[in-house]
Structures are given as structure tokens and as C-alpha cells.
């Protein structure tokens, strides 16, 4: 137990129920639409993808595995030459593919492939395809982390912006395409006007990040990207993660307090979207205000929900979790949450169950491997993936964010059977 | 190294989660890495259960390497035994822990737990899921069905005694086809001992023994713990798979010479109501209809000799994905007259699927897919397969009840035999013109509707090219060898175009006329 903020901090250890890394890779495919995703693991890596991706499989996806077996283990087959082979195969197959991602795994990193080296030597034989390396491993990352260490292996090839370029604000965070357009559209209404994202929807547009680069995070989970932008001379405006009307206005204001925007400007531009999201959640507050939530933890994103549901919905917390807790990327977060807030950091799974299981809560966030048997004990559950897949940021999402919380207690009310 | 986009068969462990999730009363330690656990959501999602999997994982990461992994699977495995009090334990290692190399049966062993712990071999890099789940029946008969003896008949008992061996959990319609055989058993008069894996505990599997014989339902499965028990106990196991009429009636005659009782009370009772429906005129169309089956070995041996002698199709397609039965399927493969097709690479069977041409594809979730892709009927008659084939109704594909399943299953898929025939006849009429849409449409054509821009972006995906450009450029067609065309029922007018320019093009014509349509259409005929 430690205090951190207001907030009433454990630290678990245990089984914990998460997806590895490899997971990111369902939603990055479609963000950069050039991109291939190759794992390089074992049949595991392949039925975790392909179950977690579920029908969007059958679409001819952007990702695949290299399936490692017994003679490259064995050693009868020279990995390297292996995987260069697969890759060959592949962008033949793939010309439309510009950046190929090779993505370690467990197995990989346990038999210690070097994939850096096989990503410099295939980025030689293959260009102009670029080939970049990360880990999505279980054992060094945790689900929403996998676009951390994605993110991270591209910063240092983004462009360099001129050192006397006037200063440009570069957006942090896979987002939805929609969401993303809605932010461009309110920053230029407040003057902003080069704005930039990481990562871009197209290989050949990254963006250029220099001294003058200001950046904000999308999302909770990005330590690592933050590290190799700050290395590149960025800097990070802190604020809150753009989550319900609170969390977007303290977002946009970090923005604009960077930019020298005064406060007419400011409240110009953003007052259609509070008054928007503030009409749209209304309705949501007399159906959550008072429900007592659990957070089993999931996505990193916990943090800043949990803020959003009791803040704009009168929710009251009972746990939440969250399986690494970012103190400096969410100590905005971390100042508003409600003063003696539960904060679990790592998870002891059959614990964490015993605790759920005597508050019983009305409402439980959690991964499909409980969402059902919670459901079956009575208690109803909102499983947290939909959260990642769903376009949740900013004003015009805020109604559908709470929707999404309502919607199981909505359900569970209606049936009669 | 091999690239895969889709695996029909998850990792071996996946198969023991089979058995183990079937089970009750005995608990799985796995030795695996954080995120191993999304195998859960396979039994909670896709089977919709109601209970977390009773495995416990050690979730090990980076950070644990450097310490003693060993005793973070010791500490693990303690724990789940004070907290589930199991009758019994299987204990392995994932993928990732076997390249760690620490020994889960030992490490268990010097617990010292006062129930059997059973350790689990299964070569991640070498085998699949169905040979998981085999070893771990297999491996759990043999720790827990007693010492080997000979068996006794036991003359007291009223009635034939057996074990029904290889339903699992995530099995296709296996809590189904479970409930058909036990009612023709007890039709017959047998009364059933152990059901296992499902429903059965560790205390069950010590009753085994106790049977006259072993009735296998999945061989995939229960094949080698039947043999086991064979040799053990000396009890005979059943070799015919009851899918579709003629194998349900032969398991009927194969478990009445196994027992010495009367088959008549199924065989002379009312059976199923395929033999009258394929024997009525309104199915006279599906003669010869072409068919590709692939799927896993038992699904596909039977629903291929069900779909030839019972729905009177051609299987022009045969193939499992499943190496460990290869000899069988082959053998089935000559009794059609063709190839058997032995691949787990989807585009393997794409390819032959592409190659076969077929009219009804019977398949996996993935040969759905391919098949919507290339514009052909297709029902799905094994796994995997995806939450829509875990029904809610009841749909056994066993005995005679499955039987039925399987005839409105694989019928249809395809067009209405009556409506074939009135689209072919009428075919210039304005109500049956090729503009209109199948009557079960509505009968108007099939327009899109005007799609509203969604809200938030749905999963568009974008096209991807599989074929090559054909740059050989066609004959053109002469204009009343182009009327002709269009006289052919539409549903088959792209089949007899692309056979027409292939055709053209293989003899080098200058010009498609009507005589090279009917003569493309006298050598492709079939």
C-alpha cells in the first residue's frame, strides 16, 4: 500500500489474465495501411492472433506468423536464413507493402533471435521496403503496450524537422481515423495548424519530430515512445488523456496553453463539443450515477475511465486496476480520480476474483476469459477489448463511451428471462 | 519456419485445455508466459461457458527469467491445490516454457501432493492441438484407470455396460451428438458406464474398467486411450463413426456383435427421415452435384461417404488438415476416385478448392470464407469453427437425428431444386429474368442500399489482390454465340463463359462462335 496522489495504491503479484503484445498488432494493421505485421514465434503466437483478430482474419490481413520449428530450434536450420526466406516469400507476395514490421515473441526472445539484425540486413536486401523490429513477447509486454514498443521502433526513423521550424504539435497514439479528423478540425479552429500524428496512416508519412515538435499522448500507454521522442529533443505536454468532455478539454488546453492560444479562442473552438457531449452523456448519468465499478486490469487505460465515469457519471469506484501504473504520464489523472480511490497495480488473478466477488459490484470491466462466468454469478460485466477497437477520444465520442458502460446494466434490466 | 496467417489446429496445449476444461475435478497448471491466457476466451466466448477453464498459469515474465522460474511454477502449482482442492492435476509446459527447460512433472513431484499429478509431454514445435488433447486422455487413462487386468464378464448385470470416449470441450456439436448416442444405446439396451473426457472426473476414469466395451466417437480424440484400455482390460472399442444413415446403422450392427444383444429395436424403428427426403423427387437435382469436403479426418471420411451414398453427390474435393489421419482419408480419397488432400495451409486448399471447381463446399469456418469468396454454396461440417456453430437448438451430426442435421445442413446451401428448374425453364420470362433475385430475396433484385456513413469506422479492409493480372487477352465472341450464352441460366452462364474462353484460348481461336460454345461445352461436359 502506498499513497500516490490521493489515491489509495497496491501492488499485486500473481497469475495474471491479460493478452501479450502481440495483440496491438490487430488494430495497427488497419491504422497504417501499408504496414505488415509479421510475427516471428510459435503456433501459439499464430492461434492467439487469430482468435483475438477473430473474423477479420478471413479478410487477407496485413499480419501473419512465421511459425519457428523444431529444425530451427534444433539448429539444422540456419534461422536467419529461414526468416529471410519467409520475408522474401512474403513481399513477393505483398508488393503493396512498404514497412514490414518483424514482431518478437516469446520463443523469439527466449531463444534470443536477433531480429534487430535480421530487420537492418532485410531492410538492405528489400528496399525500398523499410523492415523495423519490436517485441509484442508476453514476457515484456502487456496488450496496449505492443504499440508502445511498435510506436518506440519508429521514432527513431521519423524524419528530422529543421531546427528552426516553427514549433508543430505531433499526436501521440493509434486513433481512430474519424476521432483524428474531429481533433485536426477543433485545433485549427483554435489556430493550431500544424498538426502531425504518430503513426501516420501511410508509411512514407510519418511525421518529422524535432526540438520544436510538442507532443501530446492519445493514450496512457506510450512510456517507451515518449522516451525515444523526448531523445529526439520533443517535448511532452502534460495533461489529461482525451476520455469523456473533462478529459478532452484538459487535453485540448494543454495544447493551447503550448501554443499561446488565449482563452476566447479556446472556448470558441471547443464550446460546440462540450455543449454536444454534455447533451449526450446527460442521459447516461441518471442510468450509472451511483453504480459501484470494478476494473479488472486490461489496457493501461483504466486509469483515465475510471476518472471519466466518476467524474462526468457519478460512478463510484470499488477497484481499479491496472496492470502497470505510468506516475508521471498519468499524474493529471491520478489528481482527479476521488480522493481514496482504490488503485491496483499487477494483478494476483484468484484474488482479485475473491475481492470482485464479495463487493459485487454492479458493474465489472474485465477480459472475455471472466466477462462470462462473472456473468454467470450474477454480476454484470463490460468486456474491456471493445474499449481498444471502439472510437472512445474526444467530444463526439463521450455519449458513446458511456454508452458502452450503460449498455450491459440497460440489458440486464430488460430481460426477463 | 513456416508463414502462417491461419492455423487450423491450435498448439498441443490447447488440447489439453480440451480435455481438462471437459473434465471436472482435475485442475491444469500450465508453465507459461504472460498472455498465454487468452486460451480462455476460446471456452468462454466461443463455447460460451459459464466457468473459467480450471487452469492455472504461471504467467511468467522478462523479469522472472533472471530469477527462478522453477519456483514460480512449484509456487503455482501449491497454490492451485489449496484453492481448488482437485481430485487430480495435469501439469506442463507452453510453447515458450518448454524453451526454458524447467521440468514441470518434477518440479510437482517434490511438492509431494497427496493426489495424482500427472505430468503432460507435448512437443509445442512438433505437434498440434487434436494431438494434445489425445496425449492428454491417453496419458490421464493410464494414470487413473488402475492396474491392467484381465476382465471378467460379469454375469450378474441385466444389461451390456460401455464408455463413451472423446467428447471434449470446443468439440464440433460434441455435447449434441453425446445425447444422440446415448439414447440409440439405450435403445439397445446398453447402459452407459463413463462418459469421458466430458462430464467425467479423475474418480470416473478409475471406472473405466468396468465396461464390457468402448464406444469412440472422435478418434482424433479417444483413439489412443481406447487402444490403451484394449490392451489394459482387454475391452474392444468401436471402429465405425455414426455420421450420416448407413454409418449409424452400421455402429448399430458393429455394437450388437460386440455385445451378442438384437439391433432390431433401432434398425427396424424409425430411423431417419433422410433416405425418404433424398429419395423424393425434389432432390433428384442434387445427383452428381459436385462436392469439396475437407475438415478434420472423421468429419470428413463420413460426411464424404454420407454426402456420395446417401445424398447421391460427386465428392470431386477430399482432405484433412489433420496429419495424424492421413492413411484413413487417402484410403476414403480412392473410394471417390480422387486425391485426398493432406495440408494445413489454407491456401492449399483454396487452390484445390479453385481447381476442383465444386458446386457445394463442406468444410471449416475457413472454407466458409474461401467459398464466399469464390461464390460458392458451402456448409461448415467440422472444426474450428467460430460461435455460430455452438447453437443454442439441438444439432448433433451423429446417429439419426444428426443424420437429418446433416441432410438440411448440406442441402441448403445450395438452390431450391424446384426453382433451379423454373429459373431454367422460364428463363425469358419477365418474372424469372436474370435481373430478378431468388424468390427467398424477395424476389427483386439485390440492390445495396445506400449506405449512411457510419459513426465510427467500421473494419474496412482493404482489397487485396490474390491473382495475378491474366494479361492473354480473349477471343472476342461472336454476337450470336453471345446470345446463345445468354440463354444459359444465369447461375451457370459465368462457369460456361470462363470454360468457353479457356477453351478459345488453349486453341489459340480468333473468335468464339457458337460452335466453340457447344464445343467447349461437349468437352467440359461432364
Known amino acids: ?36 505485421f509479421l510475427v516471428v514465434g510459435s503456433r501459439t503466437c499464430a492461434h492467439l492472433i487469430q482468435s483475438a483478430a477473430g473474423v477479420m482474419i478471413f479478410a487477407e490481413p496485413r499480419f501473419a506468423t512465421a511459425i519457428i520449428d523444431e529444425r530451427d530450434l534444433a539448429g539444422i536450420a540456419d534461422a536467419n536464413e529461414e526468416l529471410d526466406r519467409v520475408v522474401t516469400r512474403l513481399i513477393e ?8 514490421f518483424l514482431v518478437g515473441s516469446c520463443p523469439s526472445e527466449v531463444i534470443k533471435l536477433d531480429l534487430s539484425r535480421a530487420a537492418q540486413r532485410l531492410s538492405g536486401r528489400l528496399a525500398p521496403v523499410r523492415v523495423l523490429n519490436y517485441s509484442g513477447s508476453g514476457i515484456e509486454t502487456t496488450f496496449t503496450q505492443g504499440e508502445d514498443a511498435c510506436l518506440a521502433a519508429l521514432v527513431p526513423e521519423l524524419p528530422r524537422a529543421p531546427a528552426e521550424e516553427a514549433p508543430s504539435l505531433l499526436i501521440v497514439g493509434a486513433l481512430a481515423d474519424v476521432v483524428e479528423d474531429q481533433f485536426l478540425r477543433i485545433l485549427s479552429a483554435m489556430g493550431i495548424a500544424d498538426v502531425r500524428f504518430l503513426p501516420a496512416r501511410r508509411a512514407g508519412a510519418m511525421p518529422a519530430v524535432g526540438r520544436n515538435t510538442r507532443y501530446l499522448l492519445a493514450q496512457p500507454f506510450l512510456a517507451d515512445t515518449a522516451r525515444a521522442l523526448d531523445e529526439r529533443g520533443a517535448r511532452r505536454l502534460a495533461a489529461p488523456f482525451p476520455l469523456g468532455a473533462e478529459g478532452t478539454t484538459g487535453w485540448l488546453r494543454a495544447a493551447a496553453e503550448a501554443f499561446g492560444i488565449d482563452d476566447a479562442t479556446f472556448a470558441a473552438a471547443t464550446a460546440a463539443g462540450r455543449a454536444r457531449a454534455e447533451t449526450a452523456l446527460a442521459p447516461h448519468r441518471d442510468k450509472l450515477g451511483g453504480k459501484r465499478v470494478f476494473f479488472f486490469p486490461d489496457s493501461q487505460l483504466e486509469v483515465p475511465l475510471a476518472r471519466f465515469l466518476a467524474r462526468e457519471l457519478g460512478v463510484a469506484l470499488v477497484e481499479v486496476g491496472t496492470p502497470y501504473l505510468h506516475r508521471a504520464h498519468l499524474a493529471a489523472e491520478i489528481e482527479m480520480l476521488p480522493a481514496g480511490t482504490r488503485v491496483t497495480e499487477g494483478q494476483s488473478l484468484d484474488d482479485q476474483m475473491d475481492r470482485c466477488r464479495a463487493e459485487r459490484p454492479d458493474l465489472t470491466i474485465c477480459g472475455l476469459g471472466l466477462a462470462n462466468p462473472l456473468e454467470a454469478e450474477g454480476l454484470s460485466t463490460k468486456w474491456s477489448i471493445e474499449l481498444l477497437f471502439t472510437p472512445v477520444q474526444g467530444y463526439e465520442q463521450a455519449g458513446d463511451l458511456a454508452e458502452l458502460f450503460a449498455r450491459p446494466l440497460r440489458r440486464r434490466a430488460l430481460l426477463e428471462v | 519456419m513456416q508463414l502462417t496467417l491461419w492455423t487450423y489446429e491450435g498448439p498441443p ?316 482419408v487417402r484410403a476414403e480419397a480412392a473410394e471417390h476416385g480422387i486425391e485426398a488432400l493432406i495440408t494445413d495451409d489454407y491456401l492449399d486448399v483454396e487452390a484445390a478448392i479453385r481447381a476442383a471447381a465444386p458446386e457445394l463446399v463442406l468444410g471449416t469456418q475457413m472454407e466458409r470464407h474461401v ?135 488453349e486453341r489459340r481461336l480468333p473468335l468464339i462462335t457458337l460452335e466453340t460454345l457447344y464445343d467447349a461445352k461437349a468437352h467440359y461436359g461432364r
Open chain 1, 93 to 100: 507476395r505483398r508488393p503493396d507493402i512498404k514497412l514490414l
Open chain 2, 13 to 328: 496445449h490447447i488440447g489439453a485445455m480440451r480435455v481438462a476444461t471437459a473434465m471436472h475435478g482435475l485442475h491444469y497448471v500450465l508453465h507459461a508466459p504472460q498472455g498465454d491466457t487468452y486460451a480462455d476466451l476460446l471456452f468462454t466466448m466461443i463455447e460460451r461457458r459459464d466457468a473459467r477453464p480450471p487452469v492455472t498459469y504461471t504467467t511468467f515474465r522478462a523479469q522472472d527469467l533472471g530469477r527462478d522460474t522453477a519456483e514460480l511454477f512449484k509456487t503455482s502449482v501449491a497454490a492451485a491445490y489449496a484453492r481448488f482442492q482437485p481430485q487430480a492435476m495435469i501439469v506442463g509446459a507452453s510453447c515458450t516454457a518448454e524453451l526454458i527447460q524447467d521440468d514441470p512433472g518434477g518440479l510437482a513431484k517434490a511438492l509431494d501432493l497427496p493426489i495424482p499429478v500427472i505430468p503432460l509431454e507435448l512437443p509445442a514445435y512438433q505437434k498440434k492441438e487434436n494431438w494434445g488433447a489425445s496425449e492428454t486422455f491417453y496419458r490421464l487413462v493410464r494414470a487413473l484407470a488402475g492396474p491392467a487386468s484381465p476382465r471378467s464378464p460379469d454375469e450378474s448385470r441385466q444389461r451390456p455396460l460401455c464408455n463413451i470416449l472423446g467428447p471434449t470441450a470446443l468439440g464440433f456439436r460434441h455435447r449434441d451428438d453425446l445425447i444422440e448416442i446415448r439414447r440409440l444405446l439405450d435403445t439397445l439396451g446398453i447402459a452407459v458406464n463413463v462418459v469421458a473426457p466430458l462430464g467425467a472426473s479423475p474418480a470416473d476414469l478409475g471406472r473405466l474398467k468396468d465396461a464390457d466395451f468402448n464406444v469412440v466417437l472422435y478418434p482424433e480424440t479417444a483413439r489412443s486411450a481406447a487402444e490403451y484400455l484394449k490392451k489394459s482390460f482387454g475391452q474392444p472399442f468401436t471402429k465405425e463413426v455414426p455420421l450420416g444413415v448407413g454409418a449409424t446403422n452400421r455402429f448399430v450392427a458393429e455394437v450388437a456383435t460386440l455385445t451378442g444383444i438384437d439391433p432390431a429395436p433401432v434398425l427396424d424403428g424409425p430411423g431417419s427421415r433422410l433416405p425418404w427426403y433424398s429419395r423424393s423427387v425434389d432432390s433428384t437435382y442434387l445427383t452428381g452435384k459436385r462436392v469439396f469436403v475437407f475438415g478434420d479426418a472423421t468429419h470428413a471420411i463420413g460426411i464424404a461417404r454420407m454426402a456420395a451414398r446417401e445424398l447421391g453427390f460427386t465428392v470431386v474435393g477430399l482432405g484433412t488438415y489433420g496429419r495424424e489421419f492421413a492413411r484413413e
Open chain 2, 371 to 505: 467459398a464466399k469468396r469464390l461464390g460458392i454454396p458451402c456448409a461448415v461440417i467440422s472444426a474450428p469453427i467460430h460461435v455460430q456453430d455452438f447453437p443454442a437448438r439441438y444439432a448433433p451430426q451423429m446417429g439419426f437425428e444428426g443424420a437429418n442435421v446433416l441432410f438440411d445442413t448440406l442441402v441448403h446451401p445450395l438452390m431450391m431444386g424446384l426453382e433451379e428448374h423454373l429459373l431454367g425453364m422460364f428463363r425469358e420470362d419477365p418474372e424469372f429474368h436474370d435481373g430478378v433475385g431468388p424468390s427467398h430475396l424477395g424476389g427483386t433484385p439485390f440492390e445495396a442500399p445506400p449506405v449512411a456513413a457510419p459513426a465510427s469506422p467500421t473494419p474496412a479492409v482493404a482489397p487485396i489482390l490474390l491473382e495475378e493480372a491474366v494479361t492473354i487477352t480473349d477471343a472476342p465472341w461472336a454476337p450470336e454465340a453471345e446470345r446463345e450464352l445468354k440463354k444459359i441460366p444465369f447461375f451457370v452462364r459465368g462457369k460456361a463463359r470462363s470454360n468457353t474462353e479457356k477453351f478459345a484460348r
Open chain 1, 1 to 36: 500500500m502506498a499513497a500516490c496522489g490521493g489515491i489509495d495504491l497496491h501492488q499485486e503479484h500473481g497469475q495474471r489474465a491479460v493478452f501479450c503484445g502481440l495483440t496491438g498488432i490487430v488494430w495497427l494493421h488497419r491504422k497504417i495501411q501499408d504496414a505488415f
